[in-house]
C-alpha cells in the first residue's frame, strides 16, 4: 500500500510541475513563419483564374 502512495504523490508532484511549466514558459512553436506572408500578393503571383461557376461567393 506504501507503493501505491508513494507513486501516487510522484504523479501529482510531476503533473503538477508539468503544468506549472506549461502555464508560465509554454513552448514557442518553430513551424510558424519569421515574417508575414502578403496572401493577396501570393494570389496575383499566381494568376488564378477568374470566378468559376463552382466558386462560392
Given at each position: 500500500m506504501r507503493n501505491l502512495?508513494?507513486?501516487a504523490?510522484?504523479?501529482i508532484v510531476a503533473t503538477g510541475a508539468?503544468?506549472?511549466t506549461m502555464l508560465t514558459?509554454?513552448?514557442t512553436t518553430e513551424a510558424a513563419p519569421h515574417g508575414?506572408?502578403?496572401i493577396k500578393?501570393?494570389?496575383?503571383?499566381a494568376n488564378p483564374p477568374m470566378a468559376l461557376g463552382?466558386?462560392?461567393n
Open positions: 502512495g508513494l507513486f504523490t510522484a504523479f508539468f503544468w506549472l514558459i509554454p513552448p508575414n506572408l502578403d500578393a501570393l494570389t496575383v503571383k463552382y466558386d462560392a
